[in-house]
């Protein structure tokens, strides 16, 4: 079964006919999308990867690792209609994270390699927000501040998907543009942390239960880095999870501390830094969070949703 159905990170065309018009500057980023009118799919990812129904849970792994992806569209094997939504967060949920841990504990009898080969049906969200091709760039970021959402497939009359946007979609519209706003006033100061000989297990349930998709990882008060969803994922795709197993039982896999998926250097940014500053950063570098420090001490995160409530003001 070939359940690739798509490219990632193809935009359509018309994407640099944005940033090359639009004059941005030190003023109301809103007030610039609402004048320009466009639609989602100038900003969309367009034929983005989907998987179907009866796609296994390590082949999401793999596909979002290998990607750099956090969710992927569920589609119909018949009519390619969007039938669902997976994200990184559902996996780490059923990792050990919050409920969906219970599906191994008890259909799967803490079995890893069986677990990781259900069907990704058993844990996707099958009641998903969807925007359609026409909607207004400005409606679409104001759905994903209200529903709390970091991605939003979008359909075609028949349900079909034909592209999806991340926040990281919008950082790219900012990314290096002045705001004259600075990170300090929109960056989380009160962030949870953990200590490096904290298990992933242990980093999993923090995720879910507050709602991170990352988490700074410290020692005696200094910030060793940032472990993320992606970075579990990751240690899974990349099979070093596999290599932990004596009987193949989920805990072993997952006692695993995070301070062995921080050791890659780590960028950080001042509180000082312009927002567009601060977007460009992200995306030059591949990431969607970045720890604050100030005078050698960290301060706290700020995230591409961050910034995105940025832009919606």
């Known amino acids: 079964m070939n359940i690739l159905?798509?490219?990632v990170n193809r935009k359509d065309p018309k994407m640099m006919s944005i940033a090359a018009t639009m004059d941005f500057g030190p003023v109301d980023f809103m007030a610039h999308i609402s004048r320009h009118r466009g639609d989602i799919m100038m900003v969309a990812t367009v034929e983005?990867?989907?998987?179907?129904?009866?796609?296994?849970?390590?082949?999401?792994?793999?596909?979002m690792s290998v990607a750099g992806i956090r969710r992927i569209p569920v589609t119909n094997a018949g009519t390619n209609r969007l039938e669902g939504m997976i994200t990184s967060i559902d996996i780490i949920d059923f990792l050990g994270?919050?409920?969906?841990?219970?599906?191994?504990?008890?259909?799967?009898?803490d079995n890893f390699l069986i677990a990781m080969n259900a069907e990704i049906r058993s844990?996707?969200?099958d009641e998903v927000i969807y925007v359609n091709r026409e909607a207004k760039i400005a409606d679409v970021i104001k759905i994903m501040i209200e529903k709390n959402i970091g991605g939003i497939p979008v359909v075609n009359e028949a349900k079909v998907v034909c592209g999806i946007c991340t926040d990281r979609d919008f950082l790219e519209l900012i990314a290096g543009i002045p705001a004259n706003k600075s990170i300090s006033q929109?960056?989380?100061?009160?962030?949870?942390?953990?200590?490096?000989?904290?298990?992933?297990?242990?980093?999993?349930?923090?995720?879910?239960?507050?709602?991170?998709?990352?988490?700074?990882?410290?020692?005696?008060?200094?910030?060793?880095g940032i472990v993320t969803a992606s970075d579990i994922l990751e240690y899974i795709a990349t099979g070093h999870a596999f290599e932990k197993?004596?009987?193949?039982?989920?805990?072993?896999?997952?006692?695993?501390?995070?301070?062995?998926?921080?050791?890659?250097?780590?960028i950080f940014v001042t509180p000082d830094v312009d927002l567009g500053r601060a977007a460009q950063i992200m995306i030059s570098?591949?990431?969607?969070?970045?720890?604050?420090m100030e005078n050698g001490v960290f301060c706290g995160i700020v995230t591409s949703r961050d910034i995105l409530n940025a832009i919606s003001e």
Request: charged fraction near 20%.
């Open 5 to 7: 159905k798509g490219k």
């Open 48 to 63: 983005p990867v989907t998987l179907q129904p009866t796609a296994t849970i390590i082949n999401a792994v793999r596909l």
């Open 97 to 109: 994270g919050g409920s969906k841990k219970l599906l191994i504990e008890k259909h799967y009898q």
């Open 123 to 125: 844990i996707m969200c």
């Open 186 to 224: 929109y960056m989380s100061k009160t962030v949870e942390e953990t200590p490096s000989d904290y298990t992933i297990e242990d980093a999993a349930r923090i995720m879910v239960e507050k709602g991170y998709s990352q988490i700074p990882v410290m020692e005696g008060g200094m910030l060793l």
């Open 245 to 266: 197993m004596v009987t193949g039982n989920f805990h072993e896999v997952m006692k695993e501390t995070v301070g062995s998926l921080t050791k890659r250097e780590t």
């Open 285 to 292: 570098s591949g990431v969607n969070s970045l720890p604050v």
